[in-house]
């Protein structure tokens, strides 16, 4: 039988059914509901399934009496806090009932009822369980509101690391970018110092072309590393604000990748790195050759500088429709904890011993890679080296 939820509910039992029908005229309200038990059996059951205000139990029943079922009722969980009124016949010894039942609500009505003495016991039993529920509720409220602002608080506490965290990274990153260019600009700033008080002395014999070319070598290598470091950091300015762009067209892969480690092989040899090439020829496709060239850059240059004086062995292959370059060397190797972060803003691995670099060129050359709707990976192991994979479908859509 269903029941209104919001309704109080009071179990009355009693094996006669006159002598329910009478407490149910006695009982009822309108925000009550009387539900009818025949026997302690039938009680149970009902109790086992609904929350009661109260119950009201006839004491003298066939097979179990009203004590038997309370007595049940206490064995129970669910039934053992619900306050029990008995029934039973005036002069009828109730002592002994009342052991052991010492911790619930326990009252007595005798025979023949007194209307108004039942209607107030029992409106007593249903305000202290609304009252009850009230309550529960209220620390139910309660309760689930902790929890709310604990998790809140969790995460302004994250928010707040998150914000530390970058306002460090920043910092950081402000000393790094004046370490980074003033090396150069000092280098290019001592030269152009000599060579002017050599010019003011009119010392015009040192300045044979051979000792030119060098120079302006030197000063073009300073000049393009200031550069790179400036483009690096517009690009990443770019990406933050979506407005990074790859313009493909035909290009030819193999070609590519072989001058640029021609072109990197004197930077290489400063670190005693050389280069090992396995390129398959002619692999052509639909890329934005500049930009693809700034990742391999960034592939090889990461491999002679964290590369411990190791060949490095670069191939080019194709795997089914994408075009494979693996950049190999055999250095100081990535933790597994940081193959993930290198590939964000900013990180350099932390227990390198070689620090150099922003932390910037895996950021922008997964994020190229992305563009291209390629990918790249590391595959890669503390002490043993590192390989990095990156893989272009042939075709790449622009984004
Ligand atoms: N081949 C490699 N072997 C070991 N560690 C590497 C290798 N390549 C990159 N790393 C680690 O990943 C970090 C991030 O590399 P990334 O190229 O983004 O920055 P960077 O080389 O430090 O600086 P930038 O490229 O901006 O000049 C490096 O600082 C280094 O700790
Ligand atoms: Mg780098």
């Not at 919001?6 to 006669?16: A, N, R």
């Not at 001058?259 to 390129?279: C, G, H, M, N, R």
């Not at 990180?347 to 670099?357: C, F, L, P, T």
Request: hydrophobic fraction near 45%.
């Amino acid at each position: 039988m269903p029941y209104s939820n919001d309704k109080i509910k009071v179990l009355i039992v009693d094996d006669l059914s006159e002598n329910l029908r009478a407490l149910d005229a006695i009982l009822r309200a309108p925000d009550r509901v009387i539900i009818q038990a025949r026997s302690g059996l039938e009680a149970l059951e009902l109790l086992l399934e609904h929350d009661f205000a109260l119950a009201m139990v006839d004491v003298e029943m066939p097979e179990m009496d009203g004590f038997q079922l309370a007595e049940l009722m206490r064995g129970t969980e669910k039934t053992k806090h619900v306050p029990i009124v008995f029934v039973t016949a005036a002069g009828m010894e109730l002592n002994y009932a009342f052991k052991g039942y010492g911790a619930g609500a326990v009252d007595v009505l005798y025979k023949p009822l007194d209307i108004n003495a039942v209607k107030s016991k029992a409106n007593v039993f249903v305000e202290l369980f609304r009252h009850r529920t009230a309550f529960e509720n209220q620390v139910r409220a309660l309760e689930e509101s902790r929890k709310e602002q604990e998790c809140l608080l969790q995460q302004l506490q994250a928010t707040q690391a998150e914000l530390q965290h970058s306002l460090n990274m920043r910092e950081e990153f402000m000393s790094l970018v004046a370490h980074e260019m003033r090396t150069p600009l000092n280098t290019l700033f001592l030269e152009v110092q000599v060579r002017l008080s050599q010019l003011a002395k009119n010392n015009l014999s040192i300045f044979t072309p051979e000792h030119l070319q060098k120079m302006l070598d030197r000063s073009e290598r300073q000049l393009k590393s200031m550069m790179r470091l400036i483009e690096d950091m517009l690009d990443v300015s770019r990406i933050k604000n979506g407005k990074l762009s790859i313009q493909p067209q035909g290009a030819n892969l193999s070609l590519l990748v072989r001058q640029l480690a021609e072109d990197l092989t004197p930077l290489a040899k400063e670190s005693e790195v050389e280069f090992v090439l396995q390129i398959d020829s002619e692999i052509e496709g639909h890329w934005d050759a500049f930009r693809i060239e700034q990742i391999i850059i960034n592939l090889l240059t990461n491999a002679v500088r964290y590369g411990k004086g190791k060949p490095v062995h670069v191939s080019l292959a194709m795997e089914g429709e994408h075009a494979v370059i693996k950049v190999a060397d055999q250095g100081v190797g990535i933790a597994e904890h940081e193959q993930k972060k290198i590939f964000e803003a900013f990180e350099r691995s932390g227990d390198n011993e070689v620090k150099a670099g922003l932390g910037l060129g895996l950021y922008i050359s997964r994020k190229l890679a992305e563009a291209h709707a390629g990918e790249i990976s590391v595959v890669s192991q503390k002490n043993h080296g590192s390989t990095f994979i990156l893989r272009l479908p042939l075709k790449s859509v622009a984004a």
